[in-house]
Nanobody
Framework: QVQLVESGGGLVQPGESLRLSCVAS????????MRWYRQAPGKEREFVAR????????NYADSAKGRFTISRDNAKNTVYLQMNSLKPEDTAVYFC????????WGPGTQVTVSS
């Protein structure tokens, strides 16, 4: 069965960095685009970044452009989200997503940006 497991979240101060990881299993990882979403308290889940199957094309939400970088290692079935210059408004649960026959989601990893 499809499984996505995120890690790497934590509590950081504004301006610091984090790298999130998502390990995938149960499907042909290298064939599918992968996405990161996030959901802040009281808000809807929102798109953050997307990467194509081979990693050649990436797309970002305006809020992530210039600060976040999505990447993947198909040999490790892992997608990453490098987040730099973090702001308090980046505080959210971050989810990994794959769209195969339907949307699949991991349980999420909490990112808190606070001084």
């Amino acid at each position: 069965q499809v499984q996505l497991v995120e890690s790497g979240g934590g509590l950081v101060q504004p301006g610091e960095s984090l790298r999130l990881s998502c390990v995938a299993s149960g499907f042909s990882f290298s064939v599918y685009a992968m996405r990161w979403y996030r959901q802040a308290p009281g808000k809807e889940r929102e798109f953050v970044a997307r990467i194509t199957s081979a990693g050649g094309i990436t797309n970002y939400a305006d809020s992530a452009k210039g600060r976040f970088t999505i990447s993947r290692d198909n040999a490790k079935n892992t997608v990453y989200l490098q987040m730099n210059s973090l702001k308090p408004e980046d505080t959210a649960v971050y989810f990994c997503n794959s769209q195969i026959s339907r949307d699949y989601w991991g349980p999420g990893t909490q990112v808190t940006v606070s001084s």
